[in-house]
Each structure stands twice: as C-alpha cells, then as structure tokens.
C-alpha cells in the first residue's frame, strides 16, 4: 500500500503553525496530513524542546525540522511477540483461506483446529498488515447516542419458505431494527417491500420495544425514501405522515454511505444465517413467531461483542423507560394516488367519482384517501374534503358546475321556472304550461329550448309570441319557434332609417364608352362600322 510522503517544507509548516496556537485537526485539514502524523511531529518537536514558550513561530528554519526527523528515525519500534510469530508462520495457510472467501472470524476459528491459538485482535492486524485485508481507511467511530434516541433500519433477503400445499416456496424478506446505545434488535419479515410493510413494521417495532424511539435511520429504500440526497432527502409521503401521526424523525442515511448506520449495515447477513438458516418455516406467520423468539431470547440474551452486555437486558436496564409511549390505536395506512379530473368534473379515487370545480377540469390532482375521508389537493393546497364512499359510488357537489347543468342533473324544475319567469309574465307561465304534469322533468329540454328563443329572439318578441299562444292554448315549443321566425319583425321607432343611396350615384356619361348608345337592332351587329367595306 503506497503512502503519502511528507515534505520538509510540509514538516517545518507543521511547526510553525502549531506554534502560532493552531490546533492539531486545523493544521491537519488545512495541509492535508493526517492528524496521527501532525501529532508525531508536534511530539517529537516538544522533545527536541521546541515549545510555543520557547521558540516564536518565525524561529523555526532547517536545524529544528532536521532535529525533528532525526528524533522520528531514532525511535524504535515495538518488536512484535508470539503470536505475531505464529501468525507469520502460518501465512500461506492465511492467505489462501482469504482468497477463497473465507471470513476472518472463519480462518481465526480453523487456525484453532491447527493448534494455534493467536488473539483475534493480534490475527486482524497481521492480515491487514501484512496480506493487504480489509480497509486501509482509518476512521475515528461514530459515538453511540442516548438511550431512546435513534433506531437504525436496513432490509435484505431472507430465506425460502417451505413448499405449501401447491408445492411452491417463497423467498420473503425482513426489516431489521436495531438500537443504537443497546444493540437491541428486532426482525419483522414480509414478503414485499413497500411503504405499507414499512409502516406494518415499524407498528410492530414499537410495540416489541414497548415504545417509540426519537429518530429512525433508515437505508435510501424506495418504500421510504423517494429520492435519496445527503442534504434534502425526499420522503415518501406516505410514510412521512405515518412519521408525524407517530413522533418520531426520519434521517435517512447517505447513499453509499455504510458508516452511517454501522449498526445495522451488517445484521442481514447475520439475521438470515443465525436466525432463519435451516428453520422450518411454512408461513410468513411463522417466520414472524421465529423472528420475536430469536430477537428475545438468543440474539437478545447473547454477549455483544461491543457493550459487553446482553442485548435484552441493557434495553430493560436503561433504555426502555427513555422511550415515548407506544400506539394505542391502530394506524390506518392512507392511500395516495395522483388522478386526473375528467372532462365531466369527476375524479376517480378508489372506485368512486367526486366531482371538482371546472378549473380544475383536465389537470392532475392528489388524492389522500383513508377508511372516512377523502382529501383532494392540487400544487400542494387543499381544495376539498370528502366523505369515502364505496366502490362505484358517486359524489357530486351542485355548486361545482353551472346551474343550468345543475338544474338538468338535479332534475329541478323549479329553477327552471324561475329561469323562464325572468325572461317574461307569459314566458314563465308558458314554461309552467310545458312542465305540467306527470314526470316533468322528462320535459326539461322543451324549457331549455324555449330559453334559446329568448336568446335568439329579444324577450319582448317571444313574449308576445307565448302570449298569443297561450290565448289559442298551443303548448308547441318548435311552433313557437316559426311563429316567431315567419312573424314580420317591429320596427322600431327609435331607430334611424337606413340611408337609401341614389342609383344615379353610379351613372356615367355615355360619351365615355366605347359604343353609342341606340334603338335595339335585329340580326348581327356589325362591329366594322365606318369602315372600307373590302
């Protein structure tokens, strides 16, 4: 593995800058050395008695950087013991069990078998070291948080079920929820991963942990994250409500980014061969019994390697009164859909039409639909509340559309005589006259068409027109209609005549044309005349 070389420029920067009073992680950050080797300077500097009440920072020059490096080549080194021998001794037995994809904790357990026992710790460090294992990238950890706090979650594959009675199996997947301060763990399988087995999941984790923790960190899964982004993740908003009816707060963790839920990254791997590897499990409900009984009594009452402590116990101990109190209702995932208002004012939501308002006719809307309402949105605001209805039901609000069309769709013919009274005495009483008897809204259009008149025909002309008709007891719309087009139309007094204009106005002298004018004559008329006859 190659290194970095420090310069002498580089060293004797470091000097005078931690002399100035600059902490050793800004003068780190602000070369680019690691901070490890800015302290081993910095030590080696106060060795060599160069200390900020001794030396000024514009001091420094060659002499006490070269003391610097001498003092650094001088110290020696710790030399390794027995077991650092013993490791060295089975290098080729260690080096090709790692090429073939053996764990470590694996080779550290077949080296026993051997008859070398050499301490894990002591094991990892002469493979990284030597044969180039795992990560070079040093890191300090992340500090573990209060108890109650955070909650890390990350989801895999699992197992495949047992065949049913059809003989097919199913592979089913897991949510894995593990506590940040205890390590205490909870599995929840399911078969799909969607928002809804995200929420089924996290109602079952608060009530195995007996309440909610403050923050979630979950994986950029789809089924909670919409689009993932260190600074502004989106959140699915349908979990994000859950997040809100539940109090907790959703930090999800970098893309490509393990570290940031260390705690839970490798726990798939370890769920599927230590709690579901080699169980029988022919449902889902049972991979669930197998999941709680694992989590409380073998991974919960077994040793952690980090806390020194049983998993079950510390969370008893110290964090299970430090949560907020679990759900005592049971939370109902809402639906949400993105529809589109069709050109009758209705959306569709659910399998049941609501209408809307005419400006909202061909554009796309929200819906959020839960078992009693249904809430409409569009960029965000609310436009209308509805109570649910069954598939194939139909919600339309009057005050939607304009009221002729709602008159129509109501069947109310009440306001369609007022309509026709507005217009004229005898027009409302030819309307009444068109909607007496039985059924009357089935003689709802023969009104429509008498409104047309009124429009076509000034309402002074149609009122004397249903007036006449009336007095002759006629109930004929279209022969009102040609009494009123075959009637001579009234002129109007007030009016202006129109300008007649003078037909001599367009009259020429007959000098201007080519040919005199004279009597009519019969047979061909001869064109050539004044001219030599040959």
Known sequence: MAYREVTFVEIKEVVRQWLKGIGLKAISRGLGIDRNTVRRYVRAAEAEGITRDKVAAQDVDDVHVAAILTR???????????????????????????????????????????????????????????????????????????????????????????????????????????????????????????????IEACEAAWAFFGGVFEVLIPDNTKAIVQRADPLYPLINAAFL?????????????????????????????????????????????????????????????????????????????????????????????????????????????????????REYKGKRVEARSDPWTVRLYFDGALISTRTRLA?????????????????????????????????????????????????????????????????RYRDDRVEEACRRALDAKMYDVRRLGRMLEQAAPTVDKNTEPARVIPIARYLRDPRQFALPFGPKQSGPINTNEGEDPK
Not at 89 to 107: M, N, P, T, Y
Not at 251 to 270: C, I, Y
Not at 395 to 400: G, L, V
Request: glycine share 4%; proline share 7%.
């Open 391 to 455: 598939p194939g039901g139909r919600d339309t609000d009057p005050a939607h559309f304009p009221p002729e069309q709602s008159a129509l769709a109501r069947r109310d013919t009440a306001f369609l005589k007022r309509q026709a009274a507005a217009h004229g005495e005898a027009i409302g009483r030819f309307a009444e006259a068109l909607l007496d008897g039985p059924l009357p809204w089935t003689r709802m259009r023969r009104v429509f068409a008498l409104l047309g008149l009124c429009r």
């Open 241 to 357: 409500e859950y997040a809100q009816s539940r109090d907790f707060v959703i930090d999800p963790a970098r893309s490509k980014h393990p570290k940031d839920k260390a705690r839970v990254e490798r726990a798939v791997p370890d769920v599927r061969e230590d709690c579901f590897a080699g169980e029988q499990l022919r449902t889902l409900d049972d991979a669930k019994a197998r999941a709680v009984d694992w989590s409380l009594k073998e991974y919960g009452m077994r040793r952690h390697t980090r806390t020194q402590r049983m998993p079950l116990e510390h969370f008893e101990e110290v964090e299970k009164q430090k949560l907020k109190p679990a759900p005592t209702t049971t939370y109902h995932v809402p639906k949400h859909s993105k529809p589109k208002v069709a050109p009758d004012q209705h959306v569709m939501v659910d399998k049941a039409l609501y209408s809307l308002p």
């Open 72 to 198: 650094l080549e001088a110290k020696s080194e710790r030399e390794h013991g027995s077991a650092w021998e013993a490791c060295n001794e089975q290098r080729a037995f260690i080096e090709e069990k790692l090429k073939d994809g053996l764990r470590l904790v694996k080779v550290h357990r077949l080296l026993k078998r051997r008859t070398v026992v050499v301490p894990y710790s002591t094991l990892h460090r002469f493979a990284a070291n030597e044969l180039e294992f795992g990560g070079r990238a040093s890191s300090p950890p992340v500090a573990d948080c209060e108890p109650g706090k955070e909650v890390q979650l990350d989801t895999g594959w699992m197992r495949l079920s047992e065949p049913d009675e059809r003989g097919k199996r199913r592979r089913f997947r897991a949510w894995i929820f593990t506590s940040v301060h205890t390590r205490h763990r909870f599995v929840y399988p399911c078969f799909r991963e969607t928002t809804q087995t995200a």
